[in-house]
C-alpha cells in the first residue's frame, strides 16, 4: 500500500478501521474467516516448508495481531513480525497477549521490506491482503528479495465473485479491492518478482462459510476436512469463497 501518514494525507482505500477490530472480538463469521484462513496457511507450510520451524516470519496486514499471533503458533516460528498500514487498528494488537517473540509493527509494507537484509525471512503471509495492495509488483519483488532461497510466501484471497455477491447481500461491510486476485493473477506477479508459484486451491466452502452468519459453531478443522471432501466433485470450484496461493523463493 502506499500513502503518507505523517503528511496528514488520507490513508488508501480498503485500509481496515477499529471497528473492524472490535467487530472480530463478537462477530462469529468474522472470527471463523479468520482462524479458517491461518489454518489453510499453516497447512500449506507444513506441506511445502524446507525448514518447518522458521526463524523469521512476517505477516502483511496484521491489523490487530490476531491472525500474527495464530500463524506464529501455527508456524512454531522463533520470531514474528506482523506489518500493519493503520495505527487506529494496529494498537488493538496491545489486547491480543502477544508473545515475546511476535510484534506489530505499524508501516506501509514496503517501505518496511526496504529496511530488511536480502535473504533473511523464511515465510512470508498474507492473509486478505493482495486485494488491497496498489503496487503489487513491488511488493512481490521486496518479498522475493528478503525471502531466503526455499522460502515461502503463502496468501489467501477472496474468490472475487463471491466477495462481490456478499457484499451486495450485506453480508459482510463491501471493501474496496485495488486489484482482484485469481490463480492466474497471483502467478504473474509471483513469477515477475523472482518467485516460483506451486500451489493454489480454493477453500472455505460457501456452506461452511455461512453457517458462522446464523451464530452456528464451525470450526476450521471440519471445514478444511468437508473442503477436500469436495474439491474434486466437478464443478465443487464455484461454491469456494477463498483462494490459497504459494509461491517458492527458488
Known amino acids: 500500500m502506499t500513502g503518507d501518514k505523517t503528511t496528514g494525507t488520507s490513508a488508501p482505500q480498503g485500509v481496515m478501521t477499529a471497528g473492524y ?3 472480530r472480538t463478537i462477530n462469529p463469521s468474522l472470527r471463523f474467516r479468520l482462524r479458517a484462513r491461518a489454518h489453510e496457511t499453516i497447512r500449506a507450510h507444513e506441506r511445502f516448508a524446507t525448514l518447518q520451524n522458521p526463524e523469521l516470519h512476517l505477516d502483511y496486514g496484521a491489523a490487530d495481531g490476531l491472525s500474527t499471533k495464530l500463524l506464529h503458533l501455527g508456524l512454531k516460528a522463533t520470531r514474528s513480525i506482523g506489518i500493519e498500514y493503520s495505527p487506529e487498528i494496529a494498537r488493538f494488537s496491545e489486547r ?13 509494507v514496503t517501505d518496511e521490506l526496504s529496511g530488511l537484509e536480502p535473504s533473511t525471512v523464511d515465510v512470508i503471509t498474507a492473509l486478505a491482503f493482495l486485494e488491497h495492495v496498489t503496487d503489487s ?8 528479495r528478503v525471502l531466503s532461497p526455499g522460502g515461502l510466501f503463502i ?3 477472496p474468490d472475487p465473485s463471491w466477495d462481490k455477491a456478499s457484499g451486495a447481500l450485506g453480508l459482510h461491510k463491501d471493501e474496496h479491492h485495488e486489484q482482484d486476485y485469481d490463480k492466474e493473477v497471483f502467478a504473474f506477479f509471483a513469477k515477475e518478482g523472482g518467485l516460483t508459484p506451486i500451489c493454489y486451491h480454493r477453500f472455505m466452502n460457501v456452506l461452511t462459510g455461512f453457517l458462522p452468519y446464523l451464530r452456528l459453531p464451525m470450526s ?3 471445514g478444511a476436512f468437508l473442503d477436500a471432501f469436495l474439491r474434486p466433485i466437478p464443478l465443487s470450484r464455484f ?4 483462494q490459497l496461493f504459494v509461491a517458492r523463493k527458488p
Open 239 to 242: 461454491t469456494f469463497v477463498n
Open 21 to 23: 477490530a472490535q467487530a
Open 137 to 144: 509488483s513491488e511488493l512481490f519483488r521486496e518479498s522475493a
Open 220 to 222: 476450521p478443522v471440519v
Open 96 to 108: 491480543a497477549d502477544l508473545p515475546e517473540s511476535c510484534e506489530v509493527r505499524v508501516g506501509d
Open 155 to 157: 496468501a489467501t484471497c
